[in-house]
């Protein structure tokens, strides 16, 4: 593995971590879809949740972005038990996350979706109110800064394209993250263009001491920016790897889960 | 951030009239079919419709209904339904009754005392949608039932027997509050206006309108007050949100469950307040006051272009379904149809002036 | 010439239906223009602001019930204040004068509730249900009260929907849950009458069934014996004579001295099958 | 191809019991909310109630109310509202009374008849609300309205001037094909029971009960049909993917336009079906027939399980929700309490009954 | 560019298109969203469709498989005029698609979904009806050659993973795919043993004669199986290249649509 890279790694393990999660289970009903996973995020890192489709990665960072209760195991922040009942109560504690599902309002303007949630507001007492300019430039130049070139902030976010959508939501929730940023798959419908944008924010965001949370299903951009890698399959953790401990090729393994791939074309080169 | 919002000229957009941007808008989707209702009243309908004692004799029932349409609208707009909106009128308004006339209360204690009240059952009824998950239709149905047999036995309570309870015009009579809560507004105006002949009078010379109907009033700021929270406060935000999707609302971090549970408060105080004009004006309530106003709120909201779905909608829109639903309804009397016929035009106007508007809009806005 | 009718019931209600017959004769025959009115259901606000309306448009008469006065007045007063000469119909006869209404047709709830209660004790009635099908109705509340009055005995409301399905499942119900039931009031002969026939018969008990205003149905069971008697207030002349009180009063300034009382009138098995026919045709 | 549908043991599963499996099906939701309600009234009603001659007493209004709520929820799980369906009762209920006794058609062409107008009716309400993509509530409403309103104007005409219509007794006495469509089925059955002494008989040796009464064969048949069409016809499939996500089930190829009209003509038909029943049975119709059925409808179909905004719900829950309501209406009667009180208690057990049903849903599936 | 690979390429040019599409033009009310796109697929090729973000390629997918009605221009089926009213009767000519929305009902089971339009059938006359069990038995098998084992085929839709979701969805339209192929974005939220199995299924289906259309931000997977490359932008055609004309370099920056990148990570080698 290439170790000159363009990117800043952080140091692993050098410090405390932000949000720690401990044997996490999660049932739904009667199935299972996490059997007990713990995991870390250290201020400055970039952390790889990886794993097979149906792994339970998007169930983990529900957890730990308050959306969903574990049924057991212990989420510590900044050291102290937590419990965040609402994805509010997390966002307020500084941890901004991208769904898988991005968690955005289709009717709605791209503006208001951008700031669904914690408006900025102008002028005082009983005359506080969205302050729409600032809203729509903000909105604007953050998408440009990702690659996006919006027709108008006021157009409906049901009306943009996939990758037009979730560059949004990464957006917001760059703005918005203070101290943890969770990514499910936010490359999933990026153009190349908007790929590497994103790839250099995350880069850019933990060297301002951010803890970011990454998931992928593709090798390379793992690879690329992450500091650590932990592995889910079937509701549970294969084990975390540190930059540099581990090749593409075991990586890709570990996450096809151990089983065997189709035959794959030689221009790939190994990797998907 | 330094950029400006000035989006750069884009050769992927074709230039658009400020009409066709205007039609676009929720708010203003009704106003087609208002103008419609209009043309169609100032052909077939008696001349006196129009005069200036017409319109507030339309407007009146319209602003009544287009009061509870505003709190209708905004809750489905956050995505859920209050059956009990009908009830709660008579229910509050039986409230109100007691506190003036049984306990001799004065208005200024009367008043915030049944909106309170009146927030208070709301808030039951979020609550209970909120906890259970259980759609609000079948909760807030089940309250349509009760407030309106609370309402039965608190009348024969509070009347000894009767399912009528009199003299609220006597037991207010001389509060200064009153004023704001019933009649009409600016009588002085009107006599003077009168008195110099620029409004119509009747034979013996009074006004044939002594006032704006303080309903009237109360309509407009409410929809001024609507429309300010659902276009320029954070609130507004949230109340979209919610109505449009409950879970990517609660997971970008909106407080939805208090949201819901405030929006289910403010109509319960919309009822209260149409529940407290029209006590005042009629001087007494009963039982069936209020029946399948919910009904005919919701039609309203819809009329004006609100989703049942959530999520879309808008106060104007609601303002202008209030007034053509009760330029129809109050319109039909002064034709010269048979009253027989009433409902068959009641729908056919319903229908064609919500297709005429829907049609309007997608002519101009290029939808397909 | 105009008249105008604002009721409280409403045009598809069977009793109402034959007011505004009555209304629409009284129109042929005079050759005035009539015009019959209601709000959508029995909504005093709705029915006061029908009268605003009506007053805008300056009829030469105007025809109204009262069922409540508080809440009518100050429409009703407009119209005497614009010099429209106003007669009262059904209910309000109470307070039809000091309404400045010219006179009053009608016949007062409560005392055709009390004539129709002494009547069936009189049967040897001592236990008693009033179905109410839309309860909260004042006018429908009074007759139950002056029934509960006339009659002396127990009695209880049984509130129901408009339904014939359900009235008839709820009069059985009621009928098997207490067996010393002997009486039913009905308050409207097509909606509440002739399901209560139906579930006393099959009752198979002694029961008399009486009902306010009339249906040819309920008629019919009347000479079969089904049923005890229906209470006619001839509405058909509540709707008549007073649009033909004000057409004359238009034209030629003439108008009775005093109420014209229209009812009530006992319909048993002896006059029923006359009054079969009319009822059919929406006469009575 | 050749792997069976057999899934291989899976550790991520938790073993679930039969009664939680059963428990998650929409059908059975409503089930604990029916035995909740049967276990009220079988403490606090008389026990005439629960009698032979009580339950199909009870079962009677909850079988033409049930036609019709299966309908209206086959609609709702196809994503639509029919608000028209009361007023479709009474018009419906006018035009086979005008067949049979104005024009003095046999059963055997009025009633196909009757249901092939019904249908086009339905099939008008359809094409309107694809046509014009307005909601069905605003289009179905004005229906609402439009129906309501010829049925007393054609009640009128045919009848010249009275609101009933009577003589249908009388004209399809003797036609073979009334006793499918009214009175009680098997009263040969239910003599021979009677003289064994194994039903409740009058004094007079008579069995208390004749029959069943057709409308509970009907519905029966009915949510029979339902359930198969739902469950295990293709269409069925349909209606679920038209009623979850229009668009989605649009691109997957559903003709969703097809289905959406062939259920709007199916709950015009059902409320034919009740027209043509209850017409027959009473043996005349008047202009108020089927007032506010539809509220009824759709509430007993939300009791049962469907979601207001589609895509989820079935027959049997719909099936069930028809007796709740049923037997909370009549079952009160059968109690001492005051009946002032009928409202609060109607709205009070109907929350009560809901809340039960969802409470035991969550607890046995583990859902939070 | 490696010329040896595992999987066959088809022939471009050699036989006549099953699908032309000439000129399209689409517009939204005031929104221009395709400005003149001409596309066509053989059978037995599988043609890439690039782009960046916004740059009409679902739009345009969405016009071929009969969800729009294209504003101007023509579209030729086996060489005909043809109007696809509704995407019943693009699938009925034999095109199935996998939309980027996917276009399942989440309230619905895997099964439910998976034959939604075209359900099997059993019996004959008026008991005909929905074979549920022959139904279940092709959705687990079809999704387990994708490399999905599911817990069982009646588990709704809305509870599956992203991955597992988008699995469903491309194992439908495989198995009614009949003339041609369409796939939006197919591979972007699939782990890489999914993913390797979804190019693979790529390459079988072409072989077996059907056109596929192939929609992908991954300059990689793109040149793994694709035999003709066409690039959008803005709504415009920027020109279609053969394999073999391109190198993977060039194919990134056309659908980067010529605006530069945020500067690589070295381990990406160059392709993102
Ligand atoms: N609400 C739910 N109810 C039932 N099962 C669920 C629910 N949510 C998730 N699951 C199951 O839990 C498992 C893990 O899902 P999850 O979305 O976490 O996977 P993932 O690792 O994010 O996969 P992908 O890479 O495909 O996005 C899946 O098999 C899914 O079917
Ligand atoms: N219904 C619509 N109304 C208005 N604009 C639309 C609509 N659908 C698409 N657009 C616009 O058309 C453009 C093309 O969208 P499209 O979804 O085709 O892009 P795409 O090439 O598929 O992008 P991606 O790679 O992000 O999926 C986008 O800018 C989008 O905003
Ligand atoms: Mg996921
Ligand atoms: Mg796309």
Excluded at chain 1, 72 to 80: D, E, N, T
Excluded at chain 2, 145 to 174: P, Y
Excluded at chain 2, 199 to 224: C, D, N, Q, R
Excluded at chain 3, 93 to 121: I, M, N, P
């Amino acid at each position: 593995m290439t170790v000159d890279t363009t990117f800043h790694h952080g140091d692993a393990g050098s410090s405390e971590p932000i949000v720690q999660m401990k044997d996490i289970e999660k049932h739904f009903g009667n199935i299972i879809a996490l059997a007990g996973v713990s995991f870390d995020v250290r201020p400055g890192e970039c952390h790889c949740l990886l794993g097979d489709n149906g792994a339970g990665k998007s169930t983990f960072i529900k957890t730990m972005s308050g959306v969903h209760k574990p049924t057991k195991g212990q989420i510590l922040f900044h050291g102290k038990p937590m419990n965040f009942s609402t994805p509010r109560d997390a966002m307020e504690a500084g941890i901004a996350t991208v769904f898988q599902d991005l968690a955005m309002i289709p009717l709605m303007s791209v503006t208001r979706n951008f700031f669904m949630g914690r408006e900025p507001t102008i002028g005082r007492g009983p005359l506080k109110r969205f302050d729409v300019k600032t809203a729509n430039e903000i909105t604007v130049s953050s998408m440009r800064d990702m690659g996006i070139n919006l027709r108008g902030p006021d157009q409906a976010v049901g009306t943009l394209s996939g990758g037009e959508r979730q560059t949004v939501a990464i957006a917001r929730a760059v703005h918005f993250g203070a101290k943890v940023l969770i990514l499910d798959e936010p490359t999933s419908a990026l153009g190349v263009r908007q790929t590497s944008n994103v790839l250099a924010t995350i880069d850019r965001v933990r060297k301002q001491g951010v803890g970011v949370v990454f998931i992928s299903h593709n090798v390379r951009h793992a690879l690329a920016v992450g500091d650590r890698f932990t592995v889910l399959n079937r509701g549970k953790t294969l084990g975390t790897a540190s930059r540099g401990e581990i090749s593409p090729e075991e990586l890709q393994e570990l996450m096809a889960g151990g089983q065997e791939m189709a035959e794959l074309e030689g221009s790939l080169g190994g990797t998907i | 951030m330094t950029n400006t919002a000035q989006v750069v000229e884009d050769e992927r957009i074709k230039s658009e009239s400020f009409f066709s941007k205007l039609m676009k808008r929720p708010e203003l989707g009704a106003i087609a079919g208002a103008i419609l209702v209009f043309i169609f009243f100032s052909i077939t309908a008696d001349a006196s419709m129009f005069t200036l004692s017409g319109v507030i004799n339309f407007m009146t029932p319209a602003s009544q209904l287009g009061i509870l349409a505003i709190g209708a609208a905004m809750l489905m707009i956050g995505g859920e339904f209050d059956l009990s909106i009908g009830s709660m009128v008579a229910f509050s308004g039986l409230f109100f009754g007691v506190c003036v006339v049984t306990w001799g209360l004065p208005l200024i204690v009367a008043i915030p005392l049944t909106f309170v009240f009146s927030a208070f059952v709301g808030a039951i009824n979020g609550t209970i949608v909120i906890r259970s998950g259980l759609p609000s239709f079948i909760v807030t149905l089940a309250f349509l039932f009760v407030l309106r047999g609370l309402s039965l036995v608190g009348l024969k309570a509070a009347t000894g027997g009767s399912t009528q309870l009199r003299g609220v015009r006597e037991a207010v009579e001389g509060d200064g509050l009153a004023s704001f809560f019933s009649g009409d507004a600016f009588p002085g105006l009107f006599e003077w206006l009168a008195s110099k002949g620029l409004i119509e009078t009747f034979k013996s010379g009074a006004p044939k309108v002594t006032g704006i109907p303080v309903e009237i009033i109360w309509f407009f700021i409410i929809t001024g007050a609507a429309t300010y929270v659902l276009l320029r406060l954070p609130v507004g935000n949230w109340i979209f949100a919610t109505g449009g999707d409950n879970t990517a609302a609660s997971n970008s971090g909106v407080p939805v469950n208090k949201v819901k549970i405030s929006l289910f408060m403010l109509t319960a105080c919309c009822a209260a307040l149409v529940a407290i004009i029209t006590v005042m004006d009629a001087g007494s309530t009963d039982a069936r006051r209020g029946f399948q106003k919910e009904f005919e709120a919701i039609i309203a909201a819809v009329i004006g272009g609100c989703l049942l779905t959530g999520g879309y909608g808008s106060a104007i829109g609601a303002f202008f379904g209030s007034i053509i639903f009760g330029m129809v309804v109050i319109g039909l009397t002064y034709t010269d149809f048979d009253q027989d016929w009433f409902q068959v035009f009641l729908g056919g106007m319903l229908l064609i002036a919500v297709l005429f508007n829907n049609a309007i809009r997608k002519r101009v806005t290029g939808e397909r | 010439q105009d008249i105008i009718v604002v009721a409280h019931g409403q045009a598809n209600d069977p009793f109402w239906s034959v007011v505004k017959n009555g209304v629409e004769e009284a129109g042929k025959d005079t050759g005035v223009n009539v015009d019959y009115r209601s709000p959508e259901t029995f909504d005093m606000v709705a029915m006061s602001q029908l009268i605003d309306a009506a007053v805008n448009q300056e009829p030469d008469g105007l025809i109204v019930s009262i069922p409540d006065a508080d809440a009518l007045s100050p429409s009703i007063e407009r119209a005497v204040a614009a010099g429209i000469p106003v007669i009262s119909i059904n209910a309000g006869s109470d307070v039809s004068k000091g309404l400045g209404a010219l006179l009053h047709v009608g016949q007062d709830e409560y005392d055709a509730g009390k004539a129709a209660g002494e009547k069936l004790a009189e049967m040897g009635g001592t236990n008693a249900i009033c179905v109410n099908q839309e309860v909260g109705n004042v006018s429908l509340d009074l007759r139950c009260e002056g029934f509960g009055e006339g009659f002396g005995g127990s009695y209880t409301v049984l509130p129901t929907t408009n339904d014939p399905a359900e009235i008839e499942s709820k009069v059985a119900a009621a009928l098997s849950s207490d067996e010393s039931i002997d009486t039913v009031m009905a308050l409207g002969a097509s909606t509440a009458g002739e399901p209560s026939v139906a579930a006393a018969k099959a009752s198979g008990r002694d029961i008399n069934v009486a009902s306010f205003d009339l249906s040819a149905s309920f008629l019919q069971s009347i000479v079969d014996g089904d049923a005890a008697f229906a209470i006619d207030q001839q509405q058909f002349l509540q709707g008549y004579l007073s649009a033909n009180f004000l057409a004359l009063h238009a034209k030629y300034g003439l108008m009775p001295g005093g109420n014209v009382p229209s009812g009530p009138n006992l319909i048993t098995s002896d006059k029923a099958a006359q009054v079969i026919d009319l009822s059919s045709k929406g006469i009575r």
